[in-house]
């Protein structure tokens, strides 16, 4: 397994910027699919983004065209660049990790957890 650190959440006004990091150890980083969830208060936590190990990425809906998911395989590092922020996206964001297949951390088959970043949009 890998384990995962995440960095970067914040307050921020809507309409802004933050962008998300989520460093992992262990020396296989490139053999593991990415993806980052969210999960607001009261509610299911829920894909946000993923990345393959080519590099392949996929979006949910509500963040297309504005988050924008990249990974630095000799860094050992994930990153969500999340720009033009809204009050609904306010959540914890986790970072996630398997070995599987991309369509499958889509479904929440995944075998690491990150611990969480706060991530808050003000309106």
């Known amino acids: 397994q890998v384990q995962l650190a995440e960095s970067g959440g914040g307050l921020v006004q809507a309409g802004g910027s933050l962008r998300l990091s989520c460093a992992a150890s262990g020396r296989t980083f490139s053999s593991y699919n990415m993806g980052w969830f969210r999960q607001a208060p009261g509610a299911e936590r829920e894909f946000v983004a993923g990345?393959?190990?080519?590099?392949?990425?996929i979006y949910h809906p509500a963040v297309k065209g504005r988050f924008t998911i990249a990974r630095d395989n000799a860094k050992k590092t994930v990153y969500l660049q999340m720009n033009s922020l809204k009050p609904e996206d306010t959540a914890v964001y986790y970072c996630a990790a398997d070995p599987g297949s991309l369509l499958g951390i889509t479904r929440r088959m995944v075998e690491s957890w990150g611990q969480g970043t706060q991530v808050t949009v003000s309106s």
């Open positions: 990345i393959g190990k080519r590099d392949e990425s």
